[in-house]
């Protein structure tokens, strides 16, 4: 047993290295592709190469004879066992939603699509064998763009009868929250600013490092599977829902998992064919997906066009601001798909006090990827949207970015503050956050830069970015979950488990995949029990041992979770207090617990919560009226979300001979409340940081007009790595606006730094060539595309802003009209 | 990512190397440092049955002064390349090109030849290669025969190596003293060039060889420029003139990192660059 005096004074605030990095990082450990089973046969999949087609045949002869081939099977081999690929959040009871067989047996509708299976000895032999497959198709006209789904020439399902899937709507006058946009935009059209943009949130790939593996092994009391998911409870109820087989003799396991960022977020077509063949076989089947099956048929993010009107009055008062989404939700409506646009749908008036707003979210259907949750899912959007629009509003009223903010923010003292989209805001301080960035940054010599690079005409122009972004995080009341059409709840649960010898084992139903749980949930229980940080083991991601849980997403594990958990290590020290009473023979009242130790006032006498589980385990002395465990355990449904903030600043230079641009300076103050682990803090940070930035500069998944994904490659499909980046200053505020509604003050983290970085690289390189007349260029901002900003605003001579929206449907544009994906 | 299953091959002499290729023809691949050659084999681009490993022939890999010119072994890594003393006193265009390809590890596996041979038009090394007029030492069934840089890229992917033949050394004119930069020009550092120029010249500037990469479907020279430059002085203004004439004559791809005339406007942006750079202004 170890002595509860050496622990630290508190652990909470600590820089923790995380315990699990080595296994993590080595590689020594359970990933899904790491398990081999006895007898276990490998998978490899037959995709369409076609976006749209009928499949006319399927010869698997050559297939089935090949060296170790158990089994070659496609769609109509299966009948209801294959069960479907769900979507659990329905946006609106009259939405259009295509069925989504995982393995459909006529038709496909994207290029990916699996349409046969081939089982074998081998990893090797089965993908060898899958070339064999001969698959005959009827190709149909496909759907490719936002612009052309709308038309509805094409349909990407021809029985649907338009790819029109739901129009979802929020109105402020409506809900009772604000005023009429309508009305306020017709008044600032006579007497005050009307901003119009479209913007466009390019699709994306969550590209997390460990590609999707699944193993399912059929034999035993429970069917188990394992899978490089961020959602096994999820699974586990989805399964049973959609393929008959009772939940209570399936347990899925998420073991190790090699990022997400949402992208593993999903009841993907791949688990559920492994889910069939396995019972089908009565064999433990794996699947590993490679690089470019991940890219091509892992959901992708993003993918919005935003019709944008915000009206303001001269001084750069905002009166209302009208969205317009269309979202492309590609060819089928995936697990969360169409909820996603819509989670943005309450943060488009983000810091501001707005009277009047109106969001509008059309999804539509193409014949490509399916779409749902990446890194931020809705809010990056907004956010890009409104803060690009706040730095519009600054140039137009002719005031610093900074100064239109501060004029329509929520004051520090405002707070708890009820917002236009009907969301209560409990705690925030935007003052303090970007005084401290501000300063940090060097703001203003900065400017003075810039102004000093304009005057003499300097080939490398300066630009400066603002974000002053919050979002609602922490995912989330149920209650609210629920009057949005969600599936399921955003409740959280965990237990404590004393063992005999006084370690500690908490579980919790949260499901890490690179967060570092297991290493600030011990954080937590050590302070908040009073045990070593050593001492506590935190076990998750099997159902058999975290039987409630609703995994991890939306910025909820430490603010949910770690609530949960608190919760729990408060009932087993309830507990322990009258064991303790027993064995000291005081009354409960006279009991102090600090440090691990019940004390009895006023005496030297003690008794530590280790020496309290070993009684409960040897059960020689409790007292009559006890049931012998303090073990405890706790489900948590938050009251509201959370509401992190902060201001981000970015400085870029542009090489206006070759378009290209170069980060100079980040600097973010982030107020997320109390801190656990501000290494862990400064990790997701600086990836999060890394993400948007590389949504602002960097990535695009491009499919041609066919429907091929020209991007398919890390060739292609560009991320950055360290050497692309510069070192990020981040800040935290001295005293942070502490959440309200949990006990530890948290706010969440995880998506933080790519919801606020996107639109501050971008205002930065706008900021950098708007005295050429230009106010947008389309994300990615590549060289290519800032260069041809640069000489169309030379060639027209224009240095006013247009008044009327600038069109991103240019001919030619990528993933629009045409196909060449050149840009131009 | 799992190739066509092939049979591999390790022959420790050239000799051995050009009968197993004459044995297997059409169905062997050569294999260098694999750094083009796996990848096109684990997505099933490409399915020889045959797989030649030069990496045991060890006359390949070196570099060696040969009089008026530097010697370079076919299977030298990009590592060696560009920090051979060597190749930097005689040949510092290479040395610094060398240096721009991928990342290191990659710089540790990949090779000088494999790289000529593979004559992808985005590689980093035709174009200083082409620049420097490298000769190609190709051994065939018939003994050895030397290509001049002109003939031996062909097109997109294809050079003068024949089927039964294998690149040995690349023999390297010395251009002792002369002055050297290698401007590439990418989105993310290990990417290939979207374009990129090689440039170095005697003095400032008496001579200058100009190579420009990915402007067309094999490396190519500026000729162009390289004339107007001759008894230009080294100053922005000096080779204003000769650099806009460094699209004269390319045909560059169209793609996701730009189209056509944006590669016109960079190279000739670019070849301003690298020609001051070269010239130590
Ligand atoms: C991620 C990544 C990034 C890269 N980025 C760049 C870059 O920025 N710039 C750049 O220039 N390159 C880049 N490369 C390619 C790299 O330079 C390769 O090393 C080079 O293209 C091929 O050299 P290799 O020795 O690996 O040849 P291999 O891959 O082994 O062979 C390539 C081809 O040449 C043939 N071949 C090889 N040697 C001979 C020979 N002696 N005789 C006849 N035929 C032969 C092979 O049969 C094969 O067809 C990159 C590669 C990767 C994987």
Known sequence: MTATQDRPATEIGKDRRRKEDQRLITGRTRWTDNITLPGMLHMAMVRSPFAHATITSIDTEAAKASTNVVAVLSGKDFGDELGVCINAWPITPDQKTPGHSPMPADRVAFAGEIVAVVVARTAAEARDAAELVDVEYDELPAVVGIKKALTDEVLAHPDLGTNKSALWVFDSAEAGTGTDVEAAIATARTDGIVIERDYRQQRLIPAFMEPRSVVVDPTGEQITMWSATQIPHILRFALAATTGVPESKIRVIAPDVGGGFGGKLQATPEEWIAWAVARRLSRPVKYTETRSESLMAAHHGRDQVQTLTLAADKEGKVTALRVHLDADLGAYIALVGGGVPVLGAFMFNAIYKFPAYRFECQTVLTNTTFTDAYRGAGRPEATYAIERLMDELAAEVGVDPLEIRERNWIKHEEFPFTTVAGLEYDSGNYEAATALAKESFGYDALRAEQKERRDRGDRVQLGIGVSTFTEMCGLAPSRVLGSLDYGAGGWEHASVRMLATGKVEVVTGTSAHGQGHETAFSQIVADRLGVPFEDVEVLHGDTQVAHRGLDTYGSRSLVVGGEALVQAVDKVIDKARHLASHLLEASQDDLDYADGKFTVRGTDQGVAIQELATATFTGHNYPDDMELSIDAEATYDPVNFNYPHGTHLCAMEVDTETGAVKMRKYTCCDDIGN?????????????????????????????????????????????????????????????????????????????????????????????????????????????????????????????????????????????????????? | MIPVQFDYLAPTSVEE????????????????????????????????????????????????????????????????????????????????????????????????????????PAGDLGAPALALGAQFVIAGPGGSRTVDAADFFVDLFETAIGDDEILTEVRIPKHTGWGAHYEKFVRVAHQWPIVAVAATVRGSIDEARVGLTNMGSTPLRATATEQALAGASATEDGVREASQLAAEGTNPPSDLNGAADYRQHLARVLTGRAVLKAAGA
């Open chain 1, 675 to 824: 801190i656990i682990n501000p290494l862990i803090v400064a990790g997701q940070v600086h990836g999060g940081l890394v993400q948007g930035i590389a949504q602002a500069l960097w990535e695009e998944a491009v499919h041609d007009e066919a429907g091929t994904l020209v991007s398919g490659s890390f060739v292609d499909y560009l991320l950055p790595t360290a050497a692309d980046t510069i070192s990020f200053d981040v800040q935290h505020t001295q005293e942070p606006s502490v959440c309200t509604t949990n006990t530890l003050g948290t706010k969440g983290v995880g998506e933080a730094g790519t919801i606020a970085s996107t639109p501050a690289v971008v205002n930065a390189v706008v900021d950098a060539v708007r005295h050429l007349g230009i106010n947008d260029i389309q994300m990615p901002c590549t060289p290519e595309r800032v260069w041809r900003a640069i000489e169309d605003s030379r060639a027209g001579g224009a240095t006013e802003t247009p008044p009327d929206a600038m069109p991103h449907f240019a001919e030619g544009e990528a993933n629009q009209d045409s196909t060449d994906g050149a840009g131009q």
């Open chain 2, 17 to 120: 190397a050009l009968a197993a290729l004459g044995q297997h023809g059409d169905d062997a691949k050569i294999l260098a440092g694999g750094q083009s050659l796996l990848p096109v084999l684990r997505m099933r681009l490409n399915a020889p049955e045959v797989v030649i490993d030069l990496g045991g022939i060890s006359s390949l890999r070196g570099i060696r002064d040969d009089g008026d010119a530097l010697v370079i072994g076919a299977m030298t890594t990009h590592h060696d390349v560009r920090d051979d003393s060597l190749v930097k006193e005689h040949a510092l265009l290479l040395s610094k090109a060398a240096a721009e390809v991928a990342d290191s590890q990659i710089r540790h596996r990949g090779t000088f030849g494999g790289a000529l041979a593979h004559a992808d």
